[in-house]
């Protein structure tokens, strides 16, 4: 099964990609605004874990966190936009 789709984060943890035991690989890309942190099968922390930014704007993640929820945050008051991918 493909998934696909956009994503908007802000200071509010959002789910990018629910959990899908079946998904062997997403691929995650920052578009625009500040900076992404995400969080796999757990809640996104700032300042914590993976980020997303125009630094690094394209992440693939090919291992056991594809299959986890996905979530997303930036710091207060700020907010960005991305696309995810799975396979």
Excluded: W
């Excluded at 578009?31 to 942190?37: F, L, T, W």
């Excluded at 922390?45 to 929820?69: A, F, M, Q």
Aim: charged share 20%; hydrophobic share 35%.
């Amino acid at each position: 099964m493909r998934t696909k789709g956009s994503f908007s984060a802000s200071d509010v943890i959002s789910t990018i990609v629910e959990a899908d035991i079946y998904q062997g690989e997403v691929a995650l890309q920052h578009q625009s605004g500040e900076k992404v942190y995400l969080g796999f099968d757990e809640d996104a922390v700032v300042g914590e874990g993976v980020c997303l930014s125009e630094d690094t704007p394209v992440i693939v993640i090919d291992d056991y966190r594809s299959l986890n929820k996905i979530t997303a945050i930036c710091a207060s008051g700020l907010t960005a936009t991305g696309s995810y991918q799975g396979a």
